[in-house]
């Protein structure tokens, strides 16, 4: 964004020609650099080029490059915000994840340094725009787990630059947009304005966070789509104009005087999300309602003594309720002492368990006897017994 007072066309063309330049030689080193963006500090200029980390300031004739590190594709499509004469560049994407990471260029070390904010973490796609020292970010974007399974996010914080804490603010049209503008469009900021070349195109006003849209883009008419062509934006204040390569000035708009063409938003209406979720409720208490009779109608018996069972031992072996028998304790509560020889009395230890465990998981859904393996000894088993005589109490 060009500050007071404005570069004239035959500087514009130059910085534009400069800016090409380092383009060109990139893409010839394997990096296709899609966005460069110039800013302005005091009457310093400074281009930072989108996926890179290099920071180039103006010399009065040519770029001179102030990155001294080797690192970069860190940052692609992130916000590169001024403020208080320092370079931030906040979130992008890089290294396969997308992450929501404060950055500063250190002018002094030449490199960029990491600024931890605080209470909250962002994921850093969406949009994101600074007044004065706040940093607004609207984030209804985040890749699930840093890859490309997009899911919805309905955030939108601000973050102090100067303090760095981070609170919440109201985006009462996040939800509306949110599936309308994919993240990877064309978004330019003016002085006062966002506008994100979208279906509809939306143009969002930073002083309130008002939003409002467009049938249309106003970019018609430029070939965004021939990605052989190259544009310069020039941005005066709310103004923008738009050259192409061959300094042609393709497009003219202000966006403030324009805003009469566009429709305020109307917040949709979460009807739909309040009847999903009484729902929802409802069908949760009605299961909690239907857990609690299936128990009742258990806890409605008069007395374990009074309930009638297939198997008599039963009872018996309730009596033991919480204890580990050994196999001669349950062969005795079984009447299997005296039963010979030793293969019978298992084959019908085996049987009756069975039995005893069928009958209980028809009445309570639960067994009543666990065979496990005895600790001190592995090649004998035990038997414990399960509580299970809350099914059977008088309430």
């Not at 404005?6 to 990096?31: H, V």
């Not at 800013?39 to 490059?65: A, C, T």
């Not at 102090?160 to 978004?187: E, M």
């Not at 305020?264 to 999300?273: A, D, T």
Request: hydrophobic fraction near 35%.
């Amino acid at each position: 964004m060009d500050q007071k007072p404005y570069a004239d066309t035959s500087e514009l063309f130059q910085l534009s020609d400069r800016s090409w330049a380092i383009q060109d030689s990139l893409w010839n080193e394997g990096w296709a650099i899609t966005k460069m963006e110039i800013f302005e500090l005091g009457v310093k200029k400074y281009l930072l080029l989108d996926g890179r980390f290099d920071v180039y300031e103006w010399s009065g004739s040519g770029w001179i490059n102030l990155y001294k590190g080797v690192h970069h594709g860190y940052n692609y499509f992130s916000k590169k915000i001024v403020f208080k004469d320092e370079i931030y560049s906040f979130g992008g994407y890089g290294f396969w994840r997308t992450h929501g990471d404060l950055i500063k260029f250190d002018k002094y070390n030449h490199e960029w340094e990491i600024h931890p904010y605080k209470d909250y973490e962002i994921s850093g796609t969406g949009f994101a725009y600074n007044v004065d020292s706040i940093l607004f970010v609207l984030d209804p974007f985040v890749l699930k787990d840093g890859y490309t399974n997009s899911v919805y996010n309905l955030n939108s914080f601000k973050i102090n630059l100067i303090s760095k804490k981070t609170d919440r603010f109201n985006a009462p049209h996040l939800y509306s947009i949110q599936k309308k503008v994919p993240n990877n469009k064309i978004q330019l900021e003016t002085e006062n304005y966002i506008l994100l070349d979208s279906k509809p195109f939306f143009v969002i006003k930073k002083a309130d966070q008002s939003f409002y849209e467009f049938p249309l883009s106003i970019f018609r008419g430029v070939s965004f789509a021939n990605t052989n062509l190259y544009y310069t934006f020039h941005i005066k204040s709310d103004s923008l104009i738009i050259y192409n390569k061959d300094h042609i000035a393709e497009w003219n708009y202000n966006v403030k005087t324009k805003l009469l063409d566009f429709e305020p938003m109307k917040q949709e209406s979460n009807l739909f999300l309040y009847i999903l979720g009484i729902s929802f409720l409802c069908v949760i208490f009605y299961l909690l309602w239907r857990i609690r009779l299936k128990k009742n109608k258990f806890n409605k018996k008069n007395h374990l003594l009074d309930f009638e069972f297939k198997h008599d031992q039963i009872k018996k072996i309730m009596e033991k309720s919480g204890e580990t028998l050994t196999v001669q304790e349950i062969d005795k509560i079984l009447n299997l002492e005296n039963i010979i020889p030793a293969e019978t009395k298992r084959y019908k230890r085996s049987i009756l368990i069975n039995g005893v465990n069928l009958e209980m998981r028809s009445k309570v859904n639960q067994k009543l006897i666990e065979r496990i393996k005895d600790p001190s000894d592995k090649r004998h088993f035990l038997y414990e017994v399960k509580d299970l005589r809350m099914y059977f109490k008088t309430e």
